[in-house]
């Protein structure tokens, strides 16, 4: 079946370095890939998305590519700030015919940032 | 727009007891999902529904869970007898089409 497999945190950074976490996935499809940000108490939000294979999905400073070749789709931030700091979940969505669309999760990337 | 909305927002219960989690989606979002978080397992999708028809329950763990969607603004997710290990966030989440907007969860301790 599908799966998501991403880095296992936590991620510890300080303010304005730069930022990846990886993320791949299996899928039997072509599924849509999604980054997803959880910040405490509160439930998930989309930060960015890309549908099909070299799409580049980007939001608030944060960048995805969609690379089907390597499975991937690393999210990356080229100066992180204490606000980013928050659970990141890599995520895909596959169309289920007249089921509308199965999505399923990674595990989760916590990253704290310090001033 | 209210956006999705969970209740209760905390429960405690004892073990053996019968639990409720209740969700309404965003008016016209034609799916909606159960997803259960712990530290241990991340976020595992329990069930998911397309037009009020359940359309993937294999994620939920056993017979005790059961979720029904009777009408479009409306779901429920029954945990009966709860165990401790059943402690987690629930998430309930609601999409038009790929993009999900989740609730603000049922945070479920059981004792």
């Known amino acids: 079946g599908d799966s998501v497999t991403q880095m296992e945190g936590p991620v510890t950074l300080s303010e304005e370095a730069f930022l990846t976490i990886n993320c791949t996935y299996t899928a039997t499809g072509y599924p849509s890939l999604f980054w997803y940000v959880q910040y405490p108490g509160e439930g998930l939000q989309l930060l960015l998305k890309a549908t099909k294979a070299d799409d580049k999905g980007s939001n608030k400073g944060f960048e995805a ?3 089907k070749e390597t499975t991937s789709f690393h999210l990356e931030k080229g100066s992180v700030q ?3 700091s928050a659970v990141y979940f890599c995520a895909l969505s596959d169309r289920r015919g007249a089921g509308g669309f199965k999505t399923i999760f990674g595990a989760g990337t916590r990253l704290f940032v310090k001033a | ?3 999705v909305i969970q209740s209760p927002r905390h429960e405690v219960t004892e073990m053996g007891q019968e639990v ?3 969700c309404k989606p965003i008016s016209g979002h034609n ?3 159960w997803y259960r978080q712990t530290m241990m397992r991340g976020l595992e999708l329990l069930i998911y529904f397309n037009n009020n028809v359940p359309i993937d329950d294999s994620g939920m763990p056993e017979d005790r869970f059961s ?3 009777p009408n479009a603004s409306f779901s429920t997710l029954k945990i009966q007898p709860s165990e401790p290990r059943d402690s987690a966030v629930y998430f309930c989440a609601s999409s038009p089409n790929e993009k999900l907007f989740f609730g603000s969860g ?3 301790s059981v004792l």
Do not use: H, I
Request: aromatic residues 10%; hydrophobic residues 40%.
């Open chain 1, 65 to 67: 590519t969609y690379r």
């Open chain 1, 82 to 84: 204490v606000s980013d």
């Open chain 2, 1 to 3: 727009d209210a956006g």
């Open chain 2, 20 to 22: 409720t989690l209740r």
């Open chain 2, 31 to 33: 799916s909606l999902f």
């Open chain 2, 67 to 69: 979720a029904k969607m």
């Open chain 2, 106 to 108: 049922t945070q479920l």
